[in-house]
């Protein structure tokens, strides 16, 4: 009887201690000894990593057709309700380095003929280019037709249209063509037909393969700039102490680098860096994750930013009138600057055609 009772108190001893080791513990491994994660909650996939800043687009680490961008990765739908709204799209300004000579030559005409400049390029940056993602740079053959007696017109157009990417920016003096606006609208995948561009991913600030010149590809093989063409910049030597001219937008209206002179009506008080009039927002988002992004205002997307009349140098399509060197007299003109827009997003005057994008 003895042994019985032990017998039967050693089984019990021993359920006792199998059943605490399978207690209910999230964790679990997998067949190859490494712990595996928890489940996730799906609502929402991640895209970009690596988040750093709003605003520059300077770093080192890693084409828009008349149809769209390129990326490196996808971004799965975010399907988040709103009470547990997340976005994942994170700031990124990584840039690949550049140190790739093309074999092919840069070629680009400029001639004026009574109020006509005429520009013809290849398109081939005359400097060395970073490498990243699929598209391969080549030699293209375009025309572009610029009015040289722009007129400044009662409304804007804006380069991005509520069906897309409208409008290319215009040309440099290289002959490449300053194109700032991705097509990565919300929700950054499946048909173009319900994307909602007033959510695009800006792309100075995000993943989409762009070099030290903070360019890339398109998919037909024509280099663009989405910001500061640095190594153009470089090799112009442009000094702080000189307002440059750098090309001409679809309108007509030349470009500048960033300098500008202090006082916009006269050249004798000095120059300065000129500032743009844009901020981020404070606050969030209003969507709901499923329809448009939600989140803090990061500058993960264009219209994170809010154009505040007079908080810097230049207005709503970072620009105003004053003289320059090329004209004395005055004219309206824009600026590349180093804080968004960097590029303009929209004219003052009528942009030629041969910048549309998608006819």
């Known amino acids: 009887m ?21 207690s209910s513990d999230d964790s679990f491994t997998d067949e190859i000894g490494f712990e595996a994660p928890p489940l996730q909650n799906t609502n929402g996939t991640n895209n970009n990593t690596q988040g750093t800043r709003p605003n520059g687009s300077n770093g080192t680490s890693t084409g828009n057709t008349n149809t769209g961008e390129t990326t490196e990765t996808n971004t799965d739908n975010n399907t988040n309700s709103s009470s547990d709204c997340t976005n994942d799209n994170e700031i990124n300004t990584d840039r690949t380095a550049c140190n790739t000579s093309l074999s092919y030559s840069n070629s680009v005409s400029i001639t004026v003929s009574g109020n006509t400049r005429t520009i013809t390029a290849n398109n081939i940056p005359d400097h060395n280019i970073g490498v990243a993602g699929p ?35 215009g040309i440099l003096l290289n002959g490449v063509e300053v194109d700032p606006e991705a097509a990565k609208p919300w ?54 102490n000189d307002m440059t001219l750098i090309g001409y937008a679809a309108d007509g209206f030349p470009i500048y680098f960033k300098y500008g002179y202090n006082n916009a009506t006269t050249s ?92």
């Open 2 to 22: 003895t042994k019985t009772v032990s017998l039967w108190i050693f089984i019990l001893a021993a359920f006792i201690v199998f059943t605490t080791s399978c």
């Open 187 to 240: 929700p950054h995948t499946g048909s173009m037909a319900s994307a909602n561009w007033t959510w695009n991913l800006e792309a100075m600030h995000v993943r989409i393969g762009l070099d030290c010149n903070n360019a890339h590809v398109q998919p037909n093989g024509q280099y663009h700039y989405h910001g500061n063409p640095t190594l153009l910049i470089e090799s112009m030597n442009i000094s702080n």
């Open 268 to 359: 004798s008080g000095g120059v300065k860096t000129l500032e743009s009039s844009y901020r981020l927002k404070s606050g969030s988002r209003p969507g709901d994750g499923d329809t448009a992004p939600c989140g803090t205002y990061d500058g993960v997307y264009s219209n994170d930013f809010e154009y505040i009349e007079g908080l810097g140098d230049l207005d709503q399509c970072n620009g105003r009138v004053g003289v320059t060197p090329n004209y004395p007299e005055g004219t309206y003109y824009y600026v590349i600057t180093d804080d968004f827009p960097y590029i303009p997003r929209c004219f003052v005057g009528s942009p030629s055609n041969d910048f549309r994008i998608g006819g």
């Open 135 to 169: 598209n391969t740079v080549s030699p293209q053959n375009n025309t572009y037709s610029i009015n040289t007696n722009p007129q400044v017109g009662t409304n804007t157009t804006a380069l991005l249209s509520n069906s897309g990417p409208a409008y290319s920016f």
